[in-house]
């Protein structure tokens, strides 16, 4: 196999010099390898896991420092669209959902009032400070 791959480059074993193998050298066991047909597509396609609706993120806000998370997230119920806010820490790690509903009706809440309550919780969480020259630096990034 080797002999091969060199001549195929154009090279034979005479054109490599003898000091670069050592004499003990063994030649490399060639095993065969075993065809084997590929799986197909339907079975290598992993299966579903029940588990929570299918979300995406509408907004998200992280502290500066990296150690908080604020999402909001739009998740499919039925037919209707439920909105869930996600708040996740890094030490000690811990992730808690909440569901964001009408406190006074107990309905979910709809994009408009969705967002204006992660807005306000971001401001509660992330609040703005003061620097000794007047000026103000938020303390997290919007990347959603």
């Known amino acids: 196999m080797q002999m091969h791959s060199l001549q195929s480059q154009g090279l034979t074993l005479a054109d490599i010099p003898m000091g670069f193998?050592?004499?003990?050298a063994l030649d490399a066991p060639v095993t065969p390898r075993a065809a084997t047909a590929p799986a197909p597509f339907a079975d290598a396609a992993p299966a579903k896991a029940a588990g929570p609706a299918p979300s995406r993120a509408v907004k998200l806000a992280r502290a500066k420092t990296g150690e908080s998370e604020l999402r909001l997230l739009a998740e499919?119920?039925?037919d209707a669209i439920r909105y869930?806010?996600?708040?996740?820490?890094?030490a000690p790690y811990a992730?808690?959902?909440e569901v964001?509903?009408?406190?006074e009706k107990k309905i979910p809440l709809n994009y408009l009032q969705a967002t204006e309550e992660f807005d306000r919780r971001v401001a509660l969480a992330y609040p703005v400070e003061k620097l000794r020259n007047g000026?103000?630096?938020?303390?997290?990034?919007n990347l959603l």
């Open 135 to 141: 000026k103000t630096v938020e303390t997290h990034l």
């Open 100 to 103: 964001l509903v009408d406190a």
């Open 95 to 97: 992730v808690k959902r």
């Open 21 to 24: 193998f050592p004499d003990d």
């Open 84 to 90: 869930v806010l996600v708040k996740s820490t890094i």
């Open 76 to 78: 499919q119920d039925g």
